[in-house]
């Protein structure tokens, strides 16, 4: 099969599944081809640059696809331009909550409007989360079909063995108010070890970083399903993570992970605070969540529903 995907960038978060979704397909006889589409560095022109040029792009594009796969409602406009059998649209997250949460009212409206426009071009959805999936179910009535994002175990094989760094906590993730990160800050000093935090450095460097941490800290407002949770399953390092969108589908509270409210950062120290000092509990935890990872979330899992995903389209 001949699959386009659209993408802003093919790192981090939506974008890095997008790209290690494509290198798997290649190895199993795919013929996947990244997009590539420049856009303005700036926080409201962003996306528009991205969809403008983007769509520019696609209308000079004269290639015939099997499917186009959009990654992101920005994405799905400029998918409406091209040639393909099937548009496909996968969304990580309720996009119209997450602009509500970080830009102004009317800058939302923009967004919530995008994001009912960008679902009326593609013939199928795909989400990461069984939380997102029911959200657009419920809320518009649309199906989408739930592929989990699979963990590449082996790429772990290239990250050395590192001792931990006693009392080490570490945050991975963007510096963006969605993410939590100043509710963290506000409470580094009343933590009893050394945060470090991680929001630009490559996979590799941050995987180092993770494995030498005594703890992976998510304290987001609002998510999908974070990648770095299961990477943090595989390295056994125990979590900490808000109770929100699609965290307790892979944290069980006091089984894999620990669960506790969004924006209480009481709670939250009151947490990192009992897993530095209860190594029992930790021990629990990660071998837990380590059983976990591999029996649900591993390519070797989750490969075929992708493969029969693409053919059925």
């Known amino acids: 099969m001949k699959i386009l995907y659209i993408s802003p960038r093919y790192e981090g978060g939506i974008g890095g599944h997008a790209k290690r979704v494509a290198e798997k397909l290649r190895e199993n006889g795919f013929d996947i081809e990244l997009m590539n589409i420049p856009h303005v560095p700036i926080k409201n022109l962003k996306n528009p640059s991205f969809t403008i040029l983007g769509t520019m792009k696609a209308m000079i594009?004269?290639?015939?696809?099997?499917?186009?796969?959009?990654?992101?409602?920005?994405?799905?406009?400029?998918?409406?331009?091209?040639?393909?059998?099937?548009?496909?649209?996968?969304?990580?997250?309720?996009?119209?909550?997450?602009?509500?949460?970080?830009?102004?009212?009317?800058?939302?409206?923009?967004?919530?409007?995008?994001?009912?426009?960008?679902?009326?071009?593609?013939?199928?959805?795909?989400?990461?989360?069984?939380?997102?999936?029911?959200?657009?179910?419920?809320?518009?009535?649309?199906?989408?079909?739930?592929?989990?994002?699979?963990?590449?175990?082996?790429?772990?094989?290239?990250?050395?063995d590192l001792p931990e760094k006693k009392n080490q906590v570490i945050y991975i993730g963007r510096d963006s108010y969605e993410k939590g990160i100043d509710i963290l800050k506000n409470i580094e000093d009343k933590i009893n070890g050394n945060v470090v935090y991680c929001t630009d450095l490559p996979w590799d460097e941050t995987m180092k970083k993770l494995k030498e941490s005594a703890i992976l800290v998510i304290p987001s407002r609002m998510e999908s399903i974070p990648q770095v949770i299961k990477e943090a399953f595989y390295l056994k390092k125990p979590v900490i993570a808000t109770e929100v969108g699609g965290?307790?589908?892979?944290?069980?509270?006091?089984?894999?992970?620990?669960?506790?409210?969004?924006?209480?950062?009481?709670?939250?120290?009151?947490?990192?605070?009992?897993?530095?000092?209860?190594?029992?509990?930790?021990?629990?935890?990660?071998?837990?969540?380590?059983?976990?990872?591999?029996?649900?979330?591993?390519?070797?899992?989750?490969?075929p529903k992708y493969i029969e995903f693409y053919k059925n389209t």
């Open 247 to 303: 965290i307790p589908e892979i944290i069980g509270n006091n089984v894999t992970g620990i669960l506790v409210p969004p924006e209480n950062p009481q709670k939250l120290l009151e947490a990192i605070n009992t897993i530095l000092e209860d190594k029992s509990l930790t021990e629990k935890l990660v071998k837990n969540a380590f059983d976990f990872i591999n029996q649900n979330f591993t390519w070797e899992k989750l490969l």
């Open 61 to 160: 594009n004269s290639k015939k696809y099997d499917a186009v796969h959009a990654w992101n409602i920005p994405s799905s406009f400029v998918m409406k331009k091209i040639n393909a059998k099937k548009k496909i649209l996968s969304v990580h997250g309720i996009y119209g909550q997450q602009i509500e949460k970080i830009h102004s009212k009317t800058t939302s409206k923009i967004g919530k409007k995008a994001e009912e426009e960008s679902f009326k071009i593609p013939d199928m959805f795909t989400t990461d989360s069984k939380y997102v999936q029911n959200f657009y179910k419920t809320q518009l009535g649309i199906d989408f079909v739930y592929l989990p994002a699979p963990l590449d175990v082996s790429k772990f094989d290239k990250i050395p």
